[in-house]
């Protein structure tokens, strides 16, 4: 079974400022991991995935995240935010075992709140 | 660019009544999922769909919870006596057995029990 961790409920941040999204997870087997942002009223929205490789990911709207294996981490980052990126953000974890069938294993979320 | 599409977008029902949340997953997937978030908590998993049958079904998913690939394009979600604590939003998914588990989302309907 897998557990994926959010510290931070809300993240306030200025506009154009940098901001880094906490995710920790914990898993007895190699996973999949992903990060989904969900704006007002709409559905989860795929930001980007780590499957393998380069641990330093990249993704839409100028957001990236780095798997860290040693400390089960896949923090996201963004060096500039926008007005527009306010939005909850959900990281989700995935483990190799069941192919397509897995469910994904969400945080909590956290909403990232942007101030002009 | 293909989407999951779920209808409705509320629902709003009396405790004690059955409920069907209907999706429309991208044409070409073959693995189907719902999920639901109460409010203010997790997206949790609650079951998985491939070949005509479930896959895999979490500990929520129990017996007042089926779901069914009627035709070739709709996936349903039945909760045959709702309870007060199935309000949530629940949430469609699908995604093609190559995508290595990248899950399309579709808006989400939104079930209030009363």
């Known amino acids: 079974a897998q557990s994926v961790t959010q510290l931070d409920s809300q993240v306030p941040v200025f506009e154009e400022a940098p901001v880094e999204l906490r995710c920790n997870y914990s898993?007895?087997?190699?996973?999949?991991l992903f990060w989904y942002v969900q704006y007002p009223n709409q559905g989860l929205q795929l930001l980007l995935k780590y499957l393998s490789g380069s641990t330093l990911v990249k993704g839409i709207n100028g957001f990236e995240a780095e798997f860290n294996k040693s400390q089960t981490s896949f923090h996201l980052r963004k060096p500039s935010v926008h007005i527009s990126d306010t939005a909850e953000y959900f990281c989700a974890v995935s483990d190799h075992s069941g192919g397509g069938a897995d469910g994904l294993t969400f945080g909590k979320g956290t909403h990232l709140i942007i101030q002009p | 660019e293909p989407e999951v599409t779920q209808t409705p977008s509320h629902q709003v029902t009396q405790m004690g009544q059955e409920v069907i949340l209907r999706c429309v997953p991208i044409s070409n997937h073959l693995y189907f999922y719902w999920y639901r978030q109460i409010l203010g908590q997790k997206v949790e998993f609650l079951v998985s769909?491939?070949?005509?049958?479930?896959?895999?079904k979490s500990e929520i998913f129990d017996d007042q919870f089926s779901v069914e690939r009627p035709d070739g394009s709709n996936f349903t979600l039945k909760i045959r006596s709702t309870k007060l604590e199935d309000s949530a939003m629940y949430f469609c998914a699908s995604t093609d057995e190559d995508l290595y588990n990248e899950q399309f989302f579709g808006p989400g309907t939104r079930l209030t029990v009363l």
């Open positions: 769909f491939y070949n005509n049958e479930i896959s895999e």
């Open positions: 898993s007895s087997v190699s996973v999949y």
